[in-house]
């Protein structure tokens, strides 16, 4: 079973590395439908799994220059303040319910989506917006909107472990179309470090992570997060684009069914 744990890290954490998005949305679901792993469980030692493998993405993309490191700020100054207090709210009223778990699953399937509408429709909407220039947020509105976003990033992620990559891939998407999908990928990875590290330093207060499971699935993870952020940059971006857009219909497939 542990080599099954490595495999199933590495794999991940390639997807991750090169696209930005896949760790909470594909190993959540794959911890708790394959392995059997309690779901309270599986959001814990998932979101210390996030944080360690995204922190080497990170180190990577910076290196390829890659992360728009004034949007991480923005993601930040939201996501962060939110995810504290979804940590306090969730140790005083428990973990969230069955039936509100699952509208939250459905709408981040919907947000997913979303994105790989976006990403399909990507130089179609590139060209509206050059036609349209007024129509795209600018300045403090697309800040705000950032702002915004990221506090909202903060609770899915927090109560679920889902979001940060897929939800957050699609607002960089909608919010900054001109970036390059390796641009998406390394921003997206970069905000979710101190996002996932303050949400499973929360789990492990309210006692949710599965330390020796957690050191499994890294072994693996660490060499795939790192090969697939140093692909991202040489990787042709159509096939990135499509490789990008098969993984989140598959993550959308899962959260639904």
């Not at 799994?49 to 100054?77: D, E, M, S, Y």
């Not at 509105?141 to 992620?157: E, H, N, Q």
């Amino acid at each position: 079973m542990s080599t099954t744990y490595v495999v199933a890290g590495f794999a991940v954490g390639l997807l991750v590395g090169m696209t930005g998005v896949g760790g909470g949305s594909l190993m959540t679901p794959l911890l708790t439908l394959m392995f059997g792993v309690s779901p309270s469980v599986a959001v814990g030692t998932d979101l210390a799994f996030a944080a360690i493998t995204k922190g080497v993405g990170t180190i990577t993309h910076r290196f390829n220059r890659t992360v728009q490191w004034p949007v991480v700020r923005r993601l930040c100054l939201g996501a962060l303040p939110a995810a504290l207090l979804s940590t306090l709210a969730l140790g005083y009223f428990g973990n969230l319910d069955q039936h509100i778990g699952q509208v939250i699953r459905y709408s981040i399937a919907g947000s997913v989506m979303l994105t790989v509408v976006a990403l399909l429709l990507r130089a179609r909407m590139l060209a509206w917006i050059t036609k349209h220039p007024e129509r795209q947020l600018q300045g403090r509105a697309l800040a705000a909107a950032t702002i915004v976003s990221g506090a909202v990033l903060g609770v899915l992620v927090t109560v679920s472990s889902i979001g940060a990559g897929a939800i957050g891939a699609t607002l960089l998407v909608m919010l900054y179309p001109r970036m390059t999908p390796a641009e998406v990928a390394g921003t997206d990875i970069a905000y979710a470090v101190p996002l996932t590290a303050i949400a499973a330093i929360g789990h492990w207060w309210l006692g949710s992570i599965n330390w020796m499971l957690l050191l499994t699935l890294l072994i693996g993870s660490v060499p795939g997060i790192t090969l697939g952020a140093m692909m991202a940059r040489k990787v042709p971006e159509r096939f990135l684009r499509a490789l990008l857009a098969m993984t989140l219909t598959g993550v959308a497939a899962k959260l639904v069914f």
